[in-house]
């Protein structure tokens, strides 16, 4: 009896999926077969029959984004990858889980060819995935003209109960819905089990009428059945008005002894477990990592078939370059990434004439976007509902909505971690350079998108102002107090805090060019002096993380007073204090611990001469980033505590952070007080 | 003409609330004014006829909790505290968003009588709400007896758009579905204004669909209308089965000029306008401030309804405890919050001999719960779906559901930041210890709960898990790195990371006994060795915070050794290693540096002597927190990157968390390398 009178070739096919999943997981011992068993067909359809891939460019421009939201199932994707012939080989299969393979317990963007985002941390796939979809719907309308579609792709992700219960994800999909987003459609895995039960121990609502409430085509399906899948797809491609959500119902663990249990979800099955699942699939092969020629040669028909769509698409692209040279021009720029040259040239120097002195880093912040804006158009962004607060606004574009994909304005809601997530999915696009806008405070809301953002090393900017107690009235719900810190904490993530309009302008140039991972930018509310670059050092040494900006006079410095942001200009005050004296101060500016770190120890010891040991680091926040420059000779003057509700120079008084103080601290230092 | 004979008392009250609010943000010149004139309906029907509550006693314990999420708001919450006779004076109102007033940019619990937990951050309040109905759900199982109902009340919530959007009240209020609390009620202002525009910029959802597909019992009214309110509340009061949604189509900037804009939101109205809008309401004085009296005779008569329930409930209670006097007594001891003498006897002291000499520090929570729980009772709690590798699960205890209410286990789902301002909210009601778990990567989710968790200073348990690379396969997504540093930071939370099983016993001891104040355990996934009790010094000293674990030989240290939780261990073995070179160095076990830094100089002195410079800290996480102990002469042995997916062991090697790489990077310090 051959097997193939007994099983069809698509069900082979699936079983390939399936049990080189396993095999893997069982090898590692260690992973999540169960997803992988039930999500097969699903997977299997789609990738067959309607998704658009060229194994042989993971990165061609106009392919469909396929997502693995349910990160931890990433046998399956690893699985998919090798057999429809990505760079994935055997031999990365059999190390799954292991030292510098590419086949890591999570999927992991920028290491394995065809993982368009790292995913494990649930929620974080399907809300990125709206991103994706924005950036398409957005280029699609900036770059198609009639007759020429050079952009025009879908993105298909895989959803687990985990994801429909993470927070992240109401926000993006409300998003998703409220834009219309008809090319994003989410298959969610409806398997009834989660690592630790089955759902009904803590799950009763109805994810599909949830998703209808946000405006979405919601089809529920039995996740087994070919036709019904084929059939899902087929429905949710034509949708033309409302992103899709298939709820496909399957069994975790298909076919294993542990079917529909928790235990086939995140623990291998075991070798005995392994054996009897393909005894129930029909499999014929005791060998571990077997791969049915048959199927190989099925499989890469689909992955011929997109080769082809590729070539067409290059052939429709050289038509679109002849028609409109321009235009494909700036295509190309905009995929590449680069910065136009000149990009900045608008970008004004501000003097204290200017804006009788005194301006916010968040109202120079707005300026420069406005001012950069009309020469980069891959610049994107919005505000999580605080737009006019977080000057993020671009004068004269549209605000990005359903009736308008051109806007490059964003509206993203009270939704702070559904917006970096989403800034991450555009940013993975590829085209845009995305940023979004809150208080520095919420940043705690999006600290999931914005660990993963510096992970993968994308390229997104989050403008956090109100940066500090200077915000005032609000009182200590919205005061920042230890973000600074924390963000400081994530490896990848560059925070700059400027000190004044000028510092603000380089702020942004070095963001921008910060192509390799996020940066976050922490601006005042409150109005700074601009700082007259005829009398300090040239704002442009942002680039350099720190700088003397104002150096002792009249010898060697005694103290060094190192400041960020709001601070600067107060211990510039402090210094001629303490010159009043007799003391001499050095002022160092240090935007950027993260760079300035990045710098030659000679530069570093020049700006902080080891020798001088009485520094005091002065930020209205937690101490803790600043000991390891002021050391144990040194002081901080921070905040250990929350802030109040006041106005902001009663704060500022309140607590001690005033030049006189400074000064004051600073002799304390020299034992001079 | 009367002002009677054309407006109804009820109108008068009604617009009293209205007036109060406008003027102290216009008199603090900042806040928010819209929804205080649009809600101010809904909330005096509230308070008026359903409320339970005693100005005269705000922490009577069976009062009805009332939630203002929407804390931006706060002048419609300080005017009905003021009117209805809380001890929040007309002076207080006039000071609004003032130094040291008790009326704060947005509520604060702890400052105001009256306000049940603080609020702001938006979608938190709701999410506390859905703990108190729990602790509410759970205490009524434990404690009523037929005939003697002692806990038997609500907990109602204003909400608004933006509470709406974020993920956190996807999160809580999906678990509020599943668990069918009744007797929670939540009006959703429903006022169609976001901050910075009409929420149809950003906005698309159904949100009544959406919490009918959660569970919940939706009714629809006008906001305006008293009938339609008091109808819903009515019917709200009445379901057994469902929690409520009472979606509340409101005006914000009800009646002033700016009615139905965003410029009514989050500024004064402006003087012109307060004025226009008073008189729109046919508000006859001119005095800003002005309460005319019937209005507060009125009032005060809800106020007194109030103290009359309450006397009538002291009256319920003493025939409750005269009948049941055990339960009247663990009753009392469980809402004092006092842990009943002997609570921790039944933990054990382990020894090398114990469990082939190695346990995991999440296993030793799992056996500490389960050693203090039965004695414990007001201990309660469970896992964001990782319960089994949390380890929080009570032997032996059911799992709190809609059928079982005494269940003290709790399945929050895949939602960390939902269960974290669930656990706030059950601390906040009282009678709780509450506890959650999750790894520690993704307390990154719940920051925002754990934020005001630490600016409240409720008692309220994290149990992190899975601390390090230590974790292993799963990968960077799943590997904490900057957690430890960024929780640090938070004022107010300690954070405590124990060297083993001993020391995870006096771990849990310090964060039970922390009554004000929340606390993070760190716990490892992997096994480490149980430290000989007869070799080091006693794990009681982790109350100290840090301690010397083990001193060095045969003189004075040259070295100090300072580290935590796995990797405390390591550096013992360095230690014999580097003596075995004749390098004398002290190991110090800092579990928690919250804790060391408040005991007295002198004793940390002792542990860290100034004249011993040459320290290194080891941390498998970023340096961040060790430069203040170390210093710019020694030494930090941390990452400053990702992980890894691969067996931990392999990881710790690689990353050179290894006694041969701790004793080598002691010996440069030392210049003998």
């Given amino acids: 009896m051959a097997i193939d009178q007994q099983i069809s070739l698509d069900d082979l096919c699936v079983n390939t999926i399936r049990?080189?999943?396993?095999?893997?997981?069982?090898?590692?011992?260690?992973?999540?077969?169960?997803?992988?068993?039930?999500?097969?067909?699903?997977?299997?359809?789609?990738?067959?029959?309607?998704?658009?891939?060229?194994?042989?460019?993971?990165?061609?421009?106009?392919?469909?984004?396929?997502?693995?939201?349910?990160?931890?199932?990433?046998?399956?994707?690893?699985?998919?990858?090798?057999?429809?012939?990505?760079?994935?080989?055997?031999?990365?299969?059999?190390?799954?889980?292991?030292?510098?393979?590419?086949?890591?317990?999570?999927?992991?963007?920028?290491?394995?060819?065809?993982?368009?985002?790292?995913?494990?941390?649930?929620?974080?796939?399907?809300?990125?995935?709206?991103?994706?979809?924005?950036?398409?719907?957005?280029?699609?309308?900036?770059?198609?003209?009639?007759?020429?579609?050079?952009?025009?792709?879908?993105?298909?992700?895989?959803?687990?109960?985990?994801?429909?219960?993470?927070?992240?994800?109401?926000?993006?999909?409300?998003?998703?819905?409220?834009?219309?987003?008809?090319?994003?459609?989410?298959?969610?895995?409806?398997?009834?089990?989660?690592?630790?039960?089955?759902?009904?121990?803590?799950?009763?609502?109805?994810?599909?009428?949830?998703?209808?409430?946000?405006?979405?085509?919601?089809?529920?399906?039995?996740?087994?059945?070919?036709?019904?899948?084929?059939n899902a797809y087929n429905n949710a491609v034509q949708e033309r008005e409302r992103p899709s959500l298939i709820v496909s119902r399957t069994h975790i663990g298909f076919a294993s002894p542990l079917q529909d249990s928790y235990k086939a979800h995140g623990s291998p099955l075991g070798a005995d477990n392994v054996k009897k699942t393909k005894q129930n699939l029909g499999w014929q092969w005791e060998e571990p990592f077997y791969i049915p020629p048959q199927t190989l040669e099925h499989f890469h028909e689909a992955s011929k078939r997109g080769e082809q769509l590729q070539q067409d698409w290059q052939q429709r692209f050289s038509a679109y370059a002849q028609a409109y040279p321009d235009l494909a021009a700036q295509w190309t720029s905009m995929m590449s990434g680069a910065l136009p040259d000149g990009y900045d040239s608008a970008i004004p120097t501000w003097s204290p004439a200017d804006n009788k002195g005194e301006m916010s880093t968040r109202v120079a912040s707005g300026k420069v976007i406005n001012a950069v804006a009309p020469k980069l158009p891959a610049l994107m962004g919005g505000s999580a509902d605080l737009a006019t607060s977080n000057e993020t606004l671009i004068e004269g574009e549209g605000l990005f909505s359903a009736e308008d994909r051109v806007g490059r304005n964003m509206n993203f809601g009270v939704r702070e971690h559904g917006m970096g997530a989403i800034l991450s999915g555009m940013a993975l696009h590829g085209g845009l350079i995305p940023y979004g806008g809150t208080f520095l405070t919420f940043s705690d809301y999006m600290r999931g998108a914005i660990r993963l953002a510096a992970l993968m090393g994308v390229r997104v900017i989050y403008i956090f102002t109100h940066d500090s107690i200077g915000l005032g009235e609000d009182g200590p719900t919205h005061q920042p107090i230890e973000q600074l810190a924390a963000l400081r904490a994530i490896p990848g993530l560059t925070v700059i805090r400027p000190a004044d309009a000028n510092e603000t302008a380089y702020a942004w140039r070095a963001a921008l060019a910060n192509s390799n991972g996020p940066t976050a930018l922490a601006l005042t509310r409150q109005n700074l002096p601009i700082l007259d670059q005829n009398q300090v050092a040239p704002a442009s040494n942002v680039e350099r993380g720190g700088y003397i900006i104002s150096e002792a006079q009249g010898g060697d410095p005694e103290v060094i007073l190192i400041a960020t942001g709001s601070e600067v200009s107060l211990c510039l005050q402090a210094q001629q204090q303490l010159a009043a004296k007799g003391t001499r101060a050095r002022v160092v500016s240090m935007p950027c611990t993260e760079i300035f770190d990045k710098q030659p120890q000679q530069y570093r010891d020049q700006v902080l001469p080891p020798n001088i040991t009485k520094r005091l680091a002065v930020e209205a926040a937690v101490p803790m980033s600043w000991h390891k420059y002021v050391g144990l000779q040194g002081d901080v003057l921070g905040l250990t505590h929350y802030g109040a509700s006041a106005p902001y120079k009663v704060l500022y008084e309140k607590f001690g952070f005033t030049p006189e103080n400074i000064a004051a601290r600073a002799l304390a230092l020299l034992g001079r007080a």
Avoid at 146 to 157: A, D, L, M, S, W
Avoid at 179 to 205: F, H
Wanted: glycine fraction near 10%; include cysteine.
């Fill in 19 to 230: 049990t080189l999943s396993i095999d893997a997981v069982q090898q590692a011992n260690s992973g999540h077969p169960g997803m992988p068993l039930g999500a097969a067909p699903a997977a299997y359809v789609l990738w067959q029959h309607f998704l658009k891939f060229n194994p042989k460019d993971p990165n061609w421009p106009d392919r469909d984004r396929f997502v693995l939201s349910a990160g931890h199932a990433s046998m399956l994707l690893y699985s998919l990858l090798h057999l429809y012939g990505y760079d994935v080989s055997l031999d990365e299969i059999k190390r799954f889980r292991q030292w510098e393979s590419i086949t890591p317990g999570h999927p992991e963007h920028g290491l394995t060819p065809g993982v368009e985002t790292t995913t494990g941390p649930l929620g974080q796939g399907i809300s990125n995935a709206v991103g994706m979809a924005i950036a398409e719907a957005h280029l699609a309308a900036i770059f198609n003209r009639p007759g020429h579609e050079i952009v025009n792709h879908r993105t298909f992700v895989f959803a687990s109960d985990g994801d429909m219960m993470e927070g992240v994800s109401h926000e993006a999909c409300a998003i998703a819905g409220h834009l219309r987003l008809n090319k994003l459609i989410v298959v969610y895995d409806d398997n009834k089990v989660m690592l630790s039960g089955p759902t009904s121990e803590a799950m009763s609502e109805d994810v599909g009428s949830r998703f209808e409430a946000y405006g979405w085509y919601v089809q529920r399906i039995d996740g087994n059945n070919r036709n019904e899948l084929e």
